[in-house]
């Protein structure tokens, strides 16, 4: 069993920042990679951005340059950095946790507001 507790969300002006975390605990031995997606309403969930355990990334287009992913492995913690928001990045955010030989598990969802 994997847990994954997120937190950061809320509302933001545009331009603003905000950090997304979200902490892993349980079977995580196996993980290969964490990530996190966005699904806007009426829209289909999409990958925002991805690190592996070696530290290798990847960003949507949309966000590079803007967002920062980051871990802290002694906490098991990934994060979202931030920046520039517009209101386009309004959507719940997701984490997702990869593992070798095993189902993806995903958060609760944390929502992000940009609006003036």
């Known amino acids: 069993q994997v847990q994954l507790v997120e937190s950061g969300g809320g509302l933001v002006q545009p331009g603003g920042s905000l950090r997304l975390s979200c902490a892993a605990s349980?079977?995580?031995?196996?993980?290969?990679?964490m990530g996190w997606y966005r699904q806007a309403p009426g829209q289909q969930r999409e990958l925002v951005a991805g690190?592996?355990?070696?530290?290798?990334?990847n960003y949507a287009n949309s966000v590079k340059g803007r967002f920062t992913i980051s871990r802290d492995n002694a906490k098991n913690t990934v994060y979202l950095q931030m920046n520039s928001l517009k209101p386009e990045d309004t959507a719940v955010y997701y984490c997702?946790?990869?593992?070798?030989?095993?189902?993806?598990?995903w958060g609760q969802g944390t929502q992000v507001t940009v609006s003036s």
């Open positions: 997702k946790l990869d593992r070798i030989a095993a189902p993806s598990s």
């Open positions: 349980g079977s995580i031995s196996s993980m290969y990679a």
């Open positions: 690190i592996t355990r070696g530290g290798s990334t």
